[in-house]
Nanobody
Framework: QVQLVESGGGLVQAGGSLKLSCAASGRTFSSYGMGWFRQAPGKEREFVASISWSGGISYYGDSMKGRFTISRDNAKNTVYLQIDSLKPEDTAVYYC??????????????WGQGTQVTVSS
């Protein structure tokens, strides 16, 4: 069992940056594939990025390439999502997810509660 707790969301002006964190509990964190999704009001949940257990492989949603960077620190049981050049359309709840087996677009065996990101124009 893995528990995921996101943090780092907030209100930011367009053009700014945020770094989201997802702290995981569980002894097997380092073997899990990790990723991020987001859900904007009235829209379906959208895949943002994923990263393999070693951090050596990462994937991004088609519209996420360039401004989003996923990383992980297995010593801290934490995965990060750096978002640069934020746009109002990035406003969403961002969810952390974990898979027991790494899948590029994530199945989501475990989910966090989400952290709100709001970008003002």
């Amino acid at each position: 069992q893995v528990q995921l707790v996101e943090s780092g969301g907030g209100l930011v002006q367009a053009g700014g940056s945020l770094k989201l964190s997802c702290a995981a509990s569980g002894r097997t964190f380092s073997s899990y594939g990790m990723g991020w999704f987001r859900q904007a009001p009235g829209k379906e949940r959208e895949f943002v990025a994923s990263i393999s257990w070693s951090g050596g492989i990462s994937y991004y949603g088609d519209s996420m390439k360039g401004r989003f960077t996923i990383s992980r620190d297995n010593a801290k049981n934490t995965v990060y999502l750096q978002i640069d050049s934020l746009k109002p359309e990035d406003t969403a709840v961002y969810y952390c997810a974990a898979d027991r087996v790494f899948r590029p677009t994530m199945r989501g065996d475990y989910w966090g509660q989400g952290t709100q990101v709001t970008v003002s124009s």
